[in-house]
């Protein structure tokens, strides 16, 4: 039940964007994405619910493919504060629980 | 002002004590959970609590039971501890359900020697 999240690790120069992707083989009804960066815990950044959403703020945003049971985490611009792990946490249909992912190690450099 | 604290911050302990670790949120959210972080940062849910009430039960050893004396408050207490119990154990809350944010607090850093 744990999604899938891929790449698990990239490396980016200020300002590149990047996508974060996150599969489940189970029917979703929400979808989270959290960031957490060495030794601290993690910090929410957005939830989308079933209903196919898109959100976002400043430059990170998320849509949610419930067809595909998947969703996908931009940044674009990123700036060196976004490094971090970023983790999908996924609710199933249904379920009562909430699975994470292994996480994306993101880091930016100068 | 901390909205969700732990205690301890770090615990260094022997195999087959029994521990507890103590969580608060001054957030007035209804809903508090346990997750366990391993070495591998892999992060899973261990339990939910919506008004002292346990919602979500995973699956977890018996030997770790959570107990919610009020809303605010959820602590785990852990017997028999053992070496692969080791990890960073993070409380959350949030005010609702799983589709509400939740808002973590800082970890406890568990070693079993």
């Known amino acids: 039940q744990q999604p899938v999240q891929s790449p698990q690790a990239v490396i980016l120069r200020e300002g590149e964007d990047a996508v974060i992707n996150c599969s489940s083989s189970?029917?979703?009804?929400?979808v989270h994405w959290y960031r957490q960066k060495h030794g601290e815990a993690p910090i929410f950044l957005m939830i989308?619910?079933?209903?196919?959403e898109q959100k976002g703020h400043d430059k990170i945003s998320a849509s949610f493919n419930e067809k595909k049971q998947q969703s996908s985490l931009y940044l674009t611009a990123s700036q060196l504060s976004y490094s971090g792990t970023y983790f999908c946490?996924?609710?199933?249909?249904?379920?009562?629980?909430?699975?994470f992912g292994t996480g994306t190690r993101l880091t930016v450099i100068p | 002002d901390t909205a969700v604290s732990q205690t301890p911050k770090y615990l260094v302990t022997q195999m087959g004590n029994d521990k507890s670790i103590k969580c608060e949120q001054n957030?007035?959210?209804?809903?508090m959970y346990w997750y366990k972080q391993d070495s591998k940062k892999f992060l899973k849910i261990m339990f939910s609590?919506?008004?002292?009430?346990?919602?979500i039960n995973e699956t977890v050893p018996n030997r770790f039971s959570p107990k919610s004396p009020d809303k605010a408050h959820l602590n785990l207490h852990i017997n028999s501890l053992e070496l692969g119990d080791s990890a960073v154990y993070f409380c959350?809350?949030?005010?609702?359900?799983?589709?509400?944010?939740?808002?973590f607090g800082p970890g406890t850093r568990l070693l079993v020697l």
């Open positions: 959350a809350s949030s005010q609702g359900t799983l589709q509400e944010t939740q808002y």
């Open positions: 189970k029917a979703l009804y929400s």
């Open positions: 989308l619910l079933k209903g196919g």
């Open positions: 946490g996924t609710e199933g249909t249904g379920a009562n629980n909430l699975f």
């Open positions: 957030l007035g959210h209804d809903t």
């Open positions: 609590y919506n008004n002292k009430e346990l919602i």
